[in-house]
């Protein structure tokens, strides 16, 4: 319940952009599950509240932030009402995204504007709002959550692609920069992972879901698509007390080898 006669509680506070649906979603419920309490900040308010309530609904503590983290004036606000409930900001994930794909050609400058806004620029506003409350305790975790089209290997996505190439290029340049204060940073970098979006993707492609399901399986080495499970295992490993000697890396969580 926040703070204890004006000390922190020991149990490590996690602040997951992008928590109200797909993989934010996932992760905040399995760090939730694994006894870290929570932040889900996410700019649809109602599905902020509605993750919350089920990390609550399973015993544990989280709380709904609503905050278009493009935005610093909301970035700063939110990680404000996050340290003011929970005392600090022991760990960030930065997962706010989505997709605009469209051929470089037919591409609005809109779209490539706003996908970088938020996964770029928004990752590197959160990340700059929590490093000092981490510098201060001399310890922190980031995970910045990637994709394996950071590789260049979607077609028609080149506003996403360079987005999350400089994501990992962020996750490295900050690695550096933090590192002597205690400061780790990190990447995952996921495959196909099966969330409500996969539905938008394969009427885009015009399948059937399990049709769209099954051509993304055929193609992946070990035989699925992923689920938010399958990335809430990597950050847990870059996020734990003893992975103090790992930063600056991309882990991509796709079934098989990339990179």
């Known amino acids: 319940m926040g703070l204890m006669h004006g000390h922190r509680m020991s149990v490590r506070t996690v602040l ?20 870290y309490q929570v932040a889900v900040v996410d700019r649809n308010a109602e599905a902020a509240g509605r993750v919350a309530e089920q990390v609550k609904a399973a015993g544990g503590n989280a709380l709904p932030v609503t905050a278009d983290v493009s935005d610093m004036d909301a970035v700063a606000s939110a990680v404000a009402e996050v340290r003011d409930y929970f005392g600090t900001v022991d760990v960030l994930v930065n997962n706010a995204g989505f997709a605009r794909d469209n051929h470089i050609l037919d591409m609005p400058i809109e779209d490539w504007d706003s996908v970088q806004s938020t996964h770029l620029r928004g990752s590197f506003l959160m990340l700059k709002a929590v490093a000092p409350l981490m510098a201060a305790q001399r310890w922190g975790r980031v995970v910045n959550v990637s994709s394996i089209s950071a590789l260049g290997i979607h077609g028609e996505r080149v506003n996403y692609v360079a987005a999350k190439a400089g994501l990992e290029g962020l996750t490295r340049a900050a690695a550096l920069d933090l590192a002597p204060h205690g400061i780790t940073v990190n990447a995952v970098g996921p495959g196909v992972i099966q969330t409500a979006m996969t539905e938008v993707s394969a009427a885009r492609a015009g399948r059937s879901l399990d049709e769209h399901l099954a051509v993304q399986a055929a193609q992946i080495p070990r035989g699925r698509v992923g689920s938010p499970h399958d990335v809430a295992r990597a950050v847990q490993f870059f996020i734990a007390e003893d992975a103090d000697f790992i930063t600056g890396q991309v882990l991509y969580v796709s079934g098989g080898p990339h990179g």
């Open 16 to 35: 997951v952009t992008g928590g109200g649906s797909g993989i934010g979603a996932g992760v905040v419920v399995e760090l939730a599950a694994a006894g």
